[in-house]
């Protein structure tokens, strides 16, 4: 696959463009944020729950790293989850380090917390033509691969 050059800026163009999309997706995380607190767990408890039940078992090294938080940190976030029966802990084969993994419970309470948000944004949705959604569907193709360039 040939890399694809990024475009010179034209006249901050492109700059605005990025401006105008970091500041939407802002905006969105921040209103459909609000559905989580339904969930009853706090939003860096989450955050963290939503990396192991989305990306799998990890270390809290990993876990810290993933997050952008020093590990004191997620140990206290992580604490916070194991109280609550959403995570568990399992000794790797040297003994010397666990990997953390979200429970069911915990996986239930992600999946329905992310099925909230998607209905909010579907009803949202919902005002505009099939044309326009089209338009959106075709975009959210053109976000992915900026994504991938990040």
């Known amino acids: 696959m040939m890399a694809v050059k990024p475009k010179p ?4 163009e492109t700059f605005e463009t990025a401006d105008r999309l970091h500041s939407a997706a802002i905006h969105l995380l921040r209103r459909l944020r609000v559905r989580d607190r339904e969930s009853g767990v706090g939003p ?3 955050s963290a729950l939503s990396v192991l039940v989305f990306g799998g078992p990890r270390s809290l090294g ?3 790293d993933a997050e952008q938080v020093r590990p004191p940190t997620m140990s206290r976030i992580v ?3 194991e109280r609550e029966g959403l995570v568990r802990r399992h000794a790797t084969e040297d003994g ?3 990997r953390l993994e979200a429970s069911a419970k915990g ?3 992600l999946q329905e917390g992310r099925k909230r948000r998607v209905e909010s944004l579907a ?5 505009f033509s099939s044309e326009d959604r089209e338009k959106l569907h075709e975009l959210i193709d053109h976000l992915e691969k900026v994504i991938r360039q990040l």
């Open 79 to 81: 604490a916070g989850l």
């Open 9 to 12: 800026l034209a006249g901050g």
């Open 62 to 64: 990993e876990l810290a």
């Open 123 to 127: 009803r949202a949705l919902s005002v």
């Open 44 to 46: 860096s408890q989450l």
């Open 107 to 109: 996986t239930k309470i």
């Open 96 to 98: 010397r380090r666990v």
